[in-house]
């Protein structure tokens, strides 16, 4: 995540959501169809190169059965 928009807060956020994704057995392409996207959706985010909005945090949360606070 090399863009500079983006701040220490929010990548941190996006690496402990990559990070609970890997430890919960999860793919990228798991998660996207669960969200009805394509796996490109989920690298896109995970990368930086999307950003994520809060309603797609909660989508999110849900699959990987946490709060949303849990990645703030």
Known sequence: MSNLIYTK???LVIQK???LR???GL???HVASKL???QSYISKIELGER???ITE???IS???KTKVTHFL
Request: positive net charge; aromatic residues 8%.
């Open 51 to 53: 950003r994520l909005d």
């Open 27 to 29: 793919t990228q392409l």
């Open 17 to 19: 959501l990559k990070k």
């Open 9 to 11: 807060k929010y990548k």
């Open 36 to 38: 009805g996207k394509p």
């Open 62 to 64: 849900k699959i990987y």
């Open 57 to 59: 945090l909660e989508q």
């Open 22 to 24: 890997i430890s919960l």
